[in-house]
């Protein structure tokens, strides 16, 4: 899978089978950001999972 997926807020996520690739265009250029598959990809998902959820920042 190497089709972009649009995430919102001007971010588009894709995979290429070894990394995932978050860009963001601008006008000088694009901001890109490659995490490799394993330890990078694996310390980001538990970043993400340590975050509060949108029930609880709602106050639900």
Request: hydrophobic fraction near 40%.
């Amino acid at each position: 899978m190497n089709r972009e997926t649009y995430l919102g807020d001007g971010l588009y996520a894709s995979w290429d089978g070894w990394q995932v690739k978050l860009r963001a265009p601008r006008e000088n250029g694009d901001h890109v950001v490659f995490l490799e598959d394993g330890l990078t990809l694996q310390a980001f998902m538990e970043f993400l999972d340590q975050l509060p959820k949108a029930d609880q920042l709602a106050g639900g």
